[in-house]
């Protein structure tokens, strides 16, 4: 049913133009000029000596006729759209479908490299505790040989000092 109105109001809308056309070309114009002056009173012989009103009143109703059934097919048609998406929700969605699998990728890519960085910086961490456990160590052994030298040191002065009392 739709869709024979809709038909029914082009066939108005295209009928009424294309006449209003004709019509508007058969009148003579107030300076003479026109497709009336060229047809040499044509107009005057088909519609009689009152052909100006005549054809005034035709191009009145076209136009009306025009107008009319143009709103109606405009109206009708856009009442139709609603249902349908707009050519730029259609953009907005296919933008989105389309970088919907990239911007996953970049996540995905991203907690890669998120892990990665974490494993890095715990492995720079048990090697900084290795380091340190290994300072340690060699502090701890230099340490005791610095005590060992001493205590050597000591024992040897107190075997001078003894040696040296006697």
Known sequence: MMMFF??????????SALLLIA?????????????GA????VTESV???????????ITTWLAV??????????TVIGRGSKDQDSVVEK??????????PAAEAVKDTA?????????????AT??????????KAEAASTADAAKAAANSAAETAKEAAQSGNK
């Open 6 to 15: 809709k038909g029914l109001l082009y066939f108005f809308s295209i009928g």
């Open 91 to 100: 953009l907005a969605l296919q933008a989105e479908q389309t970088t919907a």
């Open 23 to 35: 019509v508007i070309m058969v009148q003579q114009s107030k300076s003479g000029g026109g497709l």
């Open 47 to 57: 519609f009689g000596t009152e052909a100006t009103s005549v054809l005034t009143k």
């Open 65 to 74: 006729i025009f107008l009319i059934s143009t709103l109606a097919l405009g």
């Open 111 to 123: 907690a890669k490299v998120a892990d990665a960085a974490k494993d890095a910086a715990d492995q």
């Open 126 to 135: 048990d090697a900084a505790k290795e380091a340190v456990k290994d300072v």
């Open 38 to 41: 060229v047809q040499g009173g």
